[in-house]
């Protein structure tokens, strides 16, 4: 949105949308908070101006994630330089985020950045060969095992390949 001399140009949400593409998530670089499925909901408030204020609001990975004020500071500067008067952002902990509301196209950056991403789900409970058969990113053998169900951040796994003899991270599967 500008303004100049009296006049406002208005922001279409799909504008606030591409701003949001922008913000990555800080565990993981090569994913946007919209290709995590993290931003919900994005609206504006009108006023006799037009739209002077964006409401972003966000669904974290876990309650406790650490990283969530980093991310609605990031979400916050990256929409305010649109012109916006006020930006809001807001975190949703009634909607429990799940895996598979990641973006088409988010588990294919998660596997080549060296992450294996989590299995779909489909509204789905987790099957036994879901969790015991998780595709190395390197060698793409399932031939794996759990090494750790804790890994560098509350959202990932330490996983071993017996084929490549390779350790890596997975994302892990929530429902």
């Known amino acids: 949105m500008e ?8 922001v279409s949400e799909d504008e606030i949308w591409a701003a949001l593409e922008k913000v990555q998530d800080p565990e993981i670089p090569v ?5 995590m499925g993290i931003i919900t909901s994005v609206g504006c408030r009108m006023s006799d101006v037009g739209c002077t204020t964006a409401e972003i609001v966000m669904t974290p990975t876990f309650v406790g994630c650490p990283a969530i004020d980093v991310m609605k500071k990031s979400v916050y500067d990256e929409v305010k330089k649109l012109g916006f008067d006020e930006v809001i952002v807001k975190a949703d902990f009634d909607v429990q985020w799940n895996s598979d509301m ?3 196209g988010a588990k294919e950056k ?10 779909s789900l489909d509204g789905g ?5 879901q969790l015991d058969k998780v595709r190395c990113p390197h060698c ?3 031939d794996t095992t759990l090494r750790s169900a804790f890994g560098s951040t509350l959202c990932r796994a330490i996983r071993f390949c017996f084929n490549c003899k390779q350790g890596f ?3 892990k599967p929530i429902s």
């Open 31 to 35: 994913l946007s908070v919209v290709d």
């Open 3 to 10: 303004k100049d001399n009296n006049i406002t140009t208005l």
């Open 102 to 104: 990641m973006k088409p």
């Open 125 to 129: 409970e987790l099957t036994a060969e």
């Open 169 to 171: 991270e997975q994302f």
């Open 110 to 119: 998660l596997e080549k950045f060296g992450l294996a991403p989590p299995p």
């Open 140 to 142: 793409h053998s399932t």
